[in-house]
């Protein structure tokens, strides 16, 4: 058996370790004699792989008591819905900031329960970089601001956390939660689409702070109710059951690398050295402003885009899989997450120096 390096924005690589141990507890876990996947989550079994996982996630970013931890459905798209329907809180207006694709989404859709205030943009510059703390015009009276910490498609990273004042701030973490520590007392929400630092698709973790629960917009459904599932447990219904416990495993995995701390680290590394090859080598570039270069996700493009597919087929034979950039804007990435390995990262600079001197 062999297994590639997998560079793929989401859903993305996992850690060998965690694929393996599903795998030995797949048909028969840990002597019941049935997998998860076939067990009620009502079932103690299930109940107690439930609670690690919430409290391993708790333990990995120094959660509050005061914040609830949901495991939902319907991955972050979901959220650009459920934030407003949630958060509004009988006003009817929202700070958004604008940085890509993904804030963009979250805006069109908000802008469905209520008056959303683009308050800073990147787009006078293409989207390269994150508006600066003196640049958002912030409304006092805004319900809550929404930014997106780590723009995936264009790579663009924050490297700072927004001071709201007293209005709630909440965050979209798909792509970065667990890279690094945050310091969740700042956030009034945080939601993260599991499929790339957390486990498979199929589950969005939500990190809400208590009080701003049970005031929803009329109308909200049950299932897209916070308070309803913060009192169940995240199992008002079925929840993603086999998500869950593969994202717990990652948990665990997590912890064992010695946490998140530790894997900043390796992240840090892992994405100095390719923007700085990407950077001493004229044959690609990358055009996001140093300060907010993402570390999980590495877009860049060739001198040349009429090499883009030779690129991708032999980056492919070479073992290298999922560097195409996003479908609207081309080019190529590199995501990094947690579970990419550094292996992989150094084989992707080999692969990518010996092309540009096949190439230049
Ligand atoms: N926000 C960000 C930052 C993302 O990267 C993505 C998915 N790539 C989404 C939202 C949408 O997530 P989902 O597909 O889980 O709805």
Redesign the pocket.
Known sequence: MTRVFNFC??PAALPTPVLEKASAEMLDWQGKGLSVMEMSHRSPEYVSIAQKAEQDLRDLMSIPDNYKVLFMQG????QFAMIPMNLLRGKATADYINTGQ?SAKAIKEAKRYCDVNVVASAEDKNFTYAPAQQDLKLNPEAAYVHY?P???IGGVEFDYVPDTGDVPLVA?F??SILSEHIDVTKFALIYA?A?KNIGP?GL?IVIVREDLLGDVLVGTPTAMNYQVAADNGSMYNTPATYSWYLAGLVFQWLKDQGGVDAIRKVNERKAKKLYEFIDLNAFYSNPVAINNRSKMNVPFVLKDDALDKIFLAEAEKAGLLNLAGHRSVGGMRASIYNSVPEEAVDALIAFMADFAEKNM
């Not at 991955?75 to 979901?78: D, L, R, S």
């Open positions: 924005a989401g991955g972050a798209t979901a993904w997106t780590n723009e995936t979209d798909s792509s689409g499929q698709a969005c």
